[in-house]
């Protein structure tokens, strides 16, 4: 790999070993002394009136904003990024008073709920022609905390007029251009959270080897890779290991160490996977082991209890099992004890059908929209498993009738599966025409007390 690429590539790198990676690295490239924090503070004002919010579940998604001067915001989440349902909020930055640079703002957004972190890193874009830099000036991107607190520096991606941001907790983000003297300056504010503090220190490695790279007369450390491996050994060997067992006893704390554990591993393999394999291992054995613990003590709280709030948790654990392969150490049958389950919603990629079905073994029925409007779409069990199922939709001159049977695998599981085999006709002036179809949709448990808890 030559070393354009490899600096590109570790980009991603960056922010994962910043977040796991305190002050004091024992390297010799980037080996400093602890100075004393001297973070700058800024002052955020947001545009309320053009914020976006939109409940995010496990299955991903994304959510877009944008600000009053047309510049667009889109936040992607991935699968199983998060363990629950959250209401994600992008809200639009207009001005930031105290910025240290005299380019001014690209453009920026605060996201909420501030603090949480991610299991998988969500991509945010800024869509701006401002993006492209102005004679004389850099793109780059920054961070904070809370209403401006902690300003720092960190890596991105441009991309003509979009800049890419990797994120994995949530906080303020933005970007602006600012000369290569300004971003000096602020090399040299230390932020108070170490974290940060290192995130901002890399991105300066990580420029200075991109202009070695870019300029003639420059050396790129010929070390580089060989340097990045050490970050990523020393962040393991100190912030990883050390929190592993507490996940196995502290549920309350697992959440953010899993996070984090997982940040390492998910990107470090990428690179270093041979390197650091033994590393990478004991992180899954011991993240899996930590979802099945805290699991069954969920469970065991609900039985005390009996909050659905608790089979929420315990999904989510479910969710994560998956990506660790541990999903077969689990005991499903608990979900639905916790407390019993009583109904199941729509949770498919057919975004047209809604609607929560309590009991699979009496009529029920879906809410289907399509050009012809809304309609129920209407199911006769015969049992649990089988059943017909049928809808009638009318616009004009035209209707449009489908009868059919279907059949439910996955009783029992997270996820049932309803396949309908309809013979669809459609009539019309023109007269009549038929056929048969085949599709399906997908249940989840409820995580909430629509069908009436006992």
């Not at 029925?365 to 015969?382: D, E, K, M, N, V």
Request: proline letters at 6%.
């Amino acid at each position: 790999m030559n070393q354009s690429r490899l600096v590109d590539k570790l980009l991603a790198v960056t922010l994962i070993i910043s977040l796991t990676l305190g002050c004091g690295l024992a390297t010799s490239t980037l080996q400093v002394a602890t100075p004393t924090p001297n973070p700058v503070t800024l002052e955020v004002n947001v545009d309320e009136a053009h914020a976006s919010s939109a409940v995010i579940s496990p299955d991903g998604g994304a959510i877009t904003a944008q600000g009053a001067d047309g510049t667009k915001y889109t936040l992607l989440l991935p699968k199983y990024a998060l363990s629950n349902d959250e209401t994600i909020t992008l809200m639009p930055i207009t001005a930031i008073d105290g910025l240290p640079f005299s380019g001014g703002l690209v453009g920026g957004v605060q996201m909420s709920p501030e603090g949480l972190r991610l299991f998988q890193p969500a991509i945010l874009t800024i869509d701006s022609p401002k993006t492209v830099a102005a004679s004389g000036f850099e793109t780059v991107a920054f961070a904070y905390h809370q209403n401006g607190e902690g300003f720092y520096l960190k890596p991105s991606e441009a991309k003509g007029n979009i800049l890419e941001l990797e994120v994995w907790h949530f906080s303020g983000e933005g970007s602006a251009q600012a000369t290569p003297a300004e971003i000096q300056t602020q090399q040299q504010r230390i932020p108070s959270n170490a974290e940060d503090a290192f995130t901002q220190r890399m991105r300066d490695y990580l420029g200075r080897e991109r202009q070695a790279q870019q300029f003639p007369g420059q050396n790129p450390d010929p070390e580089f890779e060989e340097q990045m491996g050490d970050f990523a050994r020393e962040a393991y060997d100190r912030f990883i290991v050390p929190q592993l067992p507490v996940a196995l006893q502290d549920c309350n704390a697992a959440p953010a160490i899993l996070s984090k554990a997982n940040e390492w591993s998910k990107q470090v393999q990428l690179l270093y996977k041979q390197r650091l394999q033994a590393e990478i291992q004991q992180i899954h054995e011991t993240l899996g082991q930590a979802i099945v613990v805290c699991y069954n003590k969920e469970y065991e709280q609900c039985v005390i209890d009996k909050d659905i709030k608790h089979r929420t948790t315990m999904i989510g654990y479910i969710q994560q099992a998956s990506t660790f392969g541990v999903e077969g150490q689990l005991d499903f049958t608990k979900i639905e004890k916790c407390p019993p389950n009583t109904g199941w919603k729509v949770n498919s990629s057919l975004d047209k059908i809604s609607g929560i079905v309590c009991d699979l073994g009496s009529p029920f029925a879906l809410q289907l929209a399509s050009g012809w409007g809304s309609f129920p779409l209407s199911f006769t069990p015969s049992s649990p498993e089988t059943g017909t199922s049928s809808y009638t939709a009318s616009s004009g001159n035209a209707s449009e009738s489908n009868n059919g049977t279907y059949t439910v695998e996955g009783i029992g599981t997270q996820e049932i599966t309803i396949s309908i085999h309809d013979h669809a006709c459609l009539t019309s002036t023109g007269g009549t025409a038929c056929a048969d179809m085949d599709w399906s949709l997908t249940l989840a448990p409820l995580d909430t007390n629509e069908c009436g808890q006992p």
